[in-house]
């Protein structure tokens, strides 16, 4: 984190950001789209990024007793092998402690690969989802 704020984004430090965000499958099935979500990062203003990447991996709060009191119909969609500790059985652990929430598993192993991979199952997933809600 450090390094980030002094140099911004190397190399050295967006490969690791890459592989946690979009996935090392990503840049091979879907390039254009993994560059276009890799680019807004390195676009982004040095200390924004900072900031922000601060306070998603370091003062991440865990929001498992939030989660628990939603009430409303939730989806969580997991990436099968997802390296930033949002894999389907974390989903599924907080779902088990909701009312009303289903877990659906996605290919990807980056925080946001199944946008990028596997666009059907999460499109399905979220099709499924409204179609099951009262109207």
Do not use: C, N
């Not at 490969?15 to 091979?28: H, M, R, T, Y």
């Not at 276009?36 to 998603?56: D, E």
């Not at 402690?97 to 192993?109: F, L, N």
């Amino acid at each position: 984190m450090q390094i980030y704020r002094v140099t911004g984004p190397t190399p050295l430090l967006l490969k690791p950001l890459s592989e946690a965000l979009v996935g090392a499958e990503s840049s091979i099935e879907a390039p254009d789209l993994a560059r276009s979500v890799m680019s807004a990062f390195t676009a982004a203003q040095k200390s924004a990024m900072f900031h922000a990447m601060r306070s998603m991996m370091l003062e991440r709060p865990d929001m498992g007793a939030d989660m628990a009191k939603i009430t409303v119909p939730t989806l969580l969609i997991a990436g099968r092998a997802d390296i930033t500790g949002w894999r389907p059985a974390d989903a599924q652990a907080v779902a088990d402690t909701m009312v009303d929430a289903r877990v659906r598993a996605a290919e990807g192993s980056g925080h946001s690969s199944p946008l990028l991979v596997d666009r059907q199952t999460v499109a399905g997933a979220l099709a499924d989802f409204w179609a099951a809600q009262p109207v």
